[in-house]
């Protein structure tokens, strides 16, 4: 049982900045591929960004590229998304989640997931 602890989530004005930050409790972290998802009421979890065991390789939601990046720390079982130039359709509740993957996959989808976080909410105004 992996377990992810999301931090860094807050109430920011558009056009800010935060950084999420994912800890995971297990050694075996570089072994899952790692996504953030995002969920608002009434709305399914959206897929945000993944990023594959290595670090290498990574994949973006349109409505989030070029303004979110993702990265990992391997030795440190720490998932990241710096998220830039925040807009107010960005508010939502932001999990991380941790899928078995091969070194080249990055999974888009919720149901390729298997551990998920608590969430934490990302809130910005206008």
């Known amino acids: 049982q992996v377990q992810l602890v999301e931090s860094g989530g807050g109430l920011v004005q558009a056009g800010g900045s935060l950084r999420l930050t994912c800890a995971a409790s297990?050694?075996?972290?570089?072994?899952?591929?790692m996504g953030w998802f995002r969920q608002v009421p009434g709305k399914e979890r959206e897929f945000v960004a993944v990023?594959?065991?290595?670090?290498?390789?990574?994949t973006y939601a349109d409505s989030v590229k070029g303004r979110f990046s993702i990265s990992r720390d391997n030795a440190k079982n720490t998932v990241y998304l710096q998220m830039n130039s925040l807009e107010v359709g960005d508010t939502a509740v932001y999990y991380c989640?941790?899928?078995?993957?091969?070194?080249?996959?990055?999974?888009?989808?919720?149901?390729?997931?298997?551990?998920w976080g608590q969430g934490t909410q990302v809130t910005v105004s206008s």
């Open positions: 989640a941790a899928a078995l993957a091969t070194t080249i996959t990055i999974p888009t989808i919720p149901r390729a997931y298997v551990y």
């Open positions: 297990d050694g075996t972290f570089s072994s899952y591929a």
């Open positions: 990023v594959s065991r290595s670090g290498t390789y990574t």
